[in-house]
């Protein structure tokens, strides 16, 4: 866990999130308990991003981030903006992801014109997330940031805001083809057939009750309002949704989107 103690501006999203510099002299991006969408969405936040990070897949670095009330009080900005009112962050331990470098020096983009994008780096690992996200049905669009590292002529992708996995609050799995798909299909035109979902596929039948169960250990309790027996349901569906996401990636190929132009 980590210290917040300085912040430094808000975030867009719908999550309201903050950063903070914290005292590992990391810059971390919080979720707050009481954001608009959810409190489950800061469990949903570390189950899913841990488990992208054993598939292989480039997801930020994670901690529990410690935010201390004498901050909140201390810092008009602190706050979420619910309907016409205001409310302060609640303070204690609240889900972070790191910042890919120091953001005066390093900037990150959600958005690439197509040439750029194109020459991503790590672009095949659309393909792995997208197996991630049929996997833990993903309600939401893929979320991604490009940034460019220093040295470096190529933009890296990082694959970010898995809050909406498991349905956001409603931990539950109601699929449909498009959905966890990036909006712009051109990151999956090396897709040609299921063997491009190599070797996140074969990643996911790996893992198993214990590497579940490890993971949900680091979960705080509060983040999911202590229920404890919900969130052992949530595991048994991951276990027996794995042999289902081949599956769920043969029906977003045949969606009348095509997002897969190059599979043969």
Not at 14 to 28: E, K, N, T
Not at 45 to 58: F, I, K, N
Not at 96 to 105: E, K, Q, T, V
Not at 165 to 180: H, I, Q, V
């Amino acid at each position: 866990m980590v210290l917040a103690v300085e912040h430094i501006r808000r975030m867009r999203g719908g999550a309201q999130s903050h950063l903070l510099r914290c005292d590992d002299g990391g810059y971390y991006i919080v979720k707050f308990q009481n954001n608009p969408q959810h409190v489950r969405v800061l469990a949903n936040e570390m189950l899913a991003t841990r488990l992208a990070a054993r598939l292989g897949l480039p997801v930020p670095r994670i901690e529990v981030v410690d935010v201390r009330r004498e901050l909140i009080e201390l810092t008009s900005d602190l706050v979420m903006q619910l309907g016409m009112g205001r409310t302060p962050c609640r303070a204690g331990k609240q889900f972070g992801s790191r910042y890919p470098g120091d953001p005066a020096r390093l900037t990150a983009y959600d958005f690439l014109p197509d040439e750029q994008l194109r020459e991503t780096e790590n672009l095949g690992d659309f393909a792995g997330m997208l197996v991630l996200d049929k996997w833990t049905c993903n309600t939401n669009g893929r979320q991604v940031v490009f940034f460019l590292e220093p040295g470096r002529s190529r933009y890296q992708a990082m694959m970010i805001d898995q809050g909406f996995c498991f349905n956001a609050g409603e931990w539950n799995f109601p699929d449909a083809p498009l959905r966890g798909l990036y909006l712009r299909h051109r990151v999956y035109e090396g897709v040609t057939g299921m063997e491009s979902f190599e070797p996140w596929l074969r990643r996911v039948q790996q893992l198993g009750q214990e590497a579940l169960g490890e993971i949900a250990d680091e979960i705080p309790p509060e983040w999911y309002d202590g229920e404890y027996e919900k969130l052992g349901v949530l595991l048994e569906c991951l276990l027996e949704r794995k042999t289902r996401v081949r599956e769920l990636i043969v029906s977003a190929r045949d969606s009348g989107r095509q997002p897969f132009p190059n599979w043969k």
